[in-house]
């Protein structure tokens, strides 16, 4: 597997959701994965975190660089001193490295980041871009790919990032497969603008959209105009589109996409069915556009993305 050795780095203090995410997402599963996942700090031994409760890491920060895989964990305390120089040993080993939320400035401090754009929470965002003026703020993303580096907003945005990571890395089934497993969306749409000051109230017209878009990925192989959308929503035109966004941070015609790609790259791995099958299932005209948006999305051809991940 690519990406196999899977090291987290936990600083003091560190966030118990975003270890516990990890954790969940990159623990080897019997058949299913075959992830080696370790726990590495400063030095090994117990380490804070923001419950009180302390966490054993296994290793010190010599891990890092017989990794595939860097995680850099977001905690309350200050990283390591000698962090910033492991990662960059690592990262020049062949290390993809990895953080989110505050881990992010564990990350930048290294310099790795430099040149390069980045996400964190959206509530550190502005501190990020000001300690950091090499590397370019985007806190409007959910997570930012910027090849063996990544980066990613606050909080369960570390489930996004390495669902991604995954997906990328081990294809669209296996990122299905987990996500299943840890009940939640394999794919999230949308920015993190979405998340602030919670914009979608609860009530019946959140209830009719929530209809809406299990219909539409129910029925993907159809033609779904934003006015029959609206009208099964029992919107406006103009209603229906500001509370879509509103809700998933993005456009119908984006989401619908998407889930569009998203279903294409899962047939195209578990199926032997031809690119005009996948296409008329998904609802694209034809292969042609199938395979220009696919290409678009993966940045190889449909036929390269099977033989690459097929499980058939």
């Given at each position: 597997?690519?990406?196999?050795?899977?090291?987290?780095?936990?600083?003091?203090?560190?966030?118990?959701?975003?270890?516990?995410?990890?954790?969940g997402?990159?623990?080897?599963?019997?058949?299913?994965?075959?992830?080696?996942?370790?726990?590495?700090?400063?030095?090994?031994?117990?380490?804070?975190t923001?419950?009180?409760?302390?966490?054993?890491?296994?290793?010190?920060?010599?891990?890092?660089?017989?990794?595939?895989?860097?995680?850099?964990?977001?905690?309350?305390?200050?990283p390591?001193?000698?962090?910033?120089a492991?990662l960059?040993?690592?990262?020049?080993?062949?290390?993809?490295?990895a953080?989110?939320?505050?881990?992010?400035?564990?990350?930048?401090?290294?310099?790795?980041?430099?040149?390069?754009?980045?996400?964190?929470?959206?509530?550190?965002?502005?501190?990020?871009?000001?300690?950091?003026?090499?590397?370019?703020?985007?806190?409007?993303?959910?997570?930012?790919?910027?090849?063996r580096?990544?980066?990613?907003?606050?909080?369960?945005?570390?489930?996004?990032?390495?669902l991604?990571?995954?997906?990328?890395?081990?294809?669209?089934?296996?990122?299905?497969?987990?996500a299943?497993?840890?009940?939640?969306?394999?794919?999230r749409?949308?920015?993190?603008?979405?998340?602030?000051?919670?914009?979608?109230?609860?009530?019946?017209?959140?209830?009719?959209?929530?209809?809406?878009?299990?219909?539409?990925?129910?029925?993907?192989?159809?033609?779904?105009?934003?006015?029959?959308?609206?009208?099964?929503?029992?919107?406006?035109?103009?209603?229906?589109?500001?509370y879509?966004?509103?809700?998933?941070g993005?456009?119908?015609?984006?989401?619908?996409?998407?889930?569009?790609?998203?279903?294409?790259?899962?047939?195209?791995?578990?199926?032997?069915?031809?690119?005009?099958?996948?296409a008329?299932?998904t609802?694209?005209?034809?292969?042609?556009?199938?395979?220009?948006?696919?290409a678009?999305?993966?940045?190889?051809?449909?036929?390269?993305?099977r033989?690459?991940?097929?499980?058939?």
């Amino acid at each position: 597997m690519a990406l196999r050795r899977v090291a987290a780095y936990v600083p003091d203090g560190v966030a118990s959701l975003g270890l516990g995410l990890a954790a969940g997402v990159f623990r080897a599963r019997p058949g299913l994965t075959g992830f080696d996942f370790a726990v590495c700090a400063e030095r090994r031994g117990p380490v804070g975190t923001d419950l009180g409760v302390p966490v054993v890491a296994g290793h010190g920060l010599g891990l890092l660089a017989r990794a595939d895989l860097v995680l850099v964990l977001p905690g309350s305390g200050p990283p390591a001193p000698r962090l910033p120089a492991a990662l960059r040993r690592a990262h020049a080993h062949g290390a993809t490295v990895a953080a989110h939320c505050l881990g992010v400035f564990a990350l930048a401090a290294s310099g790795l980041l430099d040149g390069l754009a980045a996400t964190t929470h959206w509530q550190h965002a502005g501190a990020l871009a000001a300690e950091f003026p090499a590397v370019t703020v985007r806190p409007e993303h959910l997570y930012i790919d910027e090849g063996r580096i990544l980066t990613g907003a606050g909080a369960a945005a570390g489930l996004d990032l390495y669902l991604h990571l995954i997906r990328r890395d081990h294809g669209a089934a296996l990122a299905n497969a987990i996500a299943r497993l840890l009940v939640v969306a394999p794919h999230r749409d949308g920015g993190q603008q979405q998340y602030v000051e919670a914009p979608v109230p609860a009530g019946a017209d959140s209830d009719r959209l929530a209809a809406v878009l299990t219909w539409m990925q129910a029925h993907l192989g159809e033609a779904q105009p934003v006015d029959a959308l609206a009208a099964r929503a029992l919107m406006s035109r103009r209603s229906f589109i500001r509370y879509f966004r509103s809700a998933t941070g993005t456009t119908p015609h984006a989401w619908l996409r998407a889930q569009r790609l998203n279903r294409a790259e899962e047939l195209l791995e578990t199926t032997t069915l031809s690119t005009a099958q996948i296409a008329a299932r998904t609802g694209y005209r034809s292969a042609a556009v199938l395979r220009e948006q696919f290409a678009g999305r993966r940045g190889l051809a449909p036929s390269d993305y099977r033989r690459a991940f097929s499980r058939t």
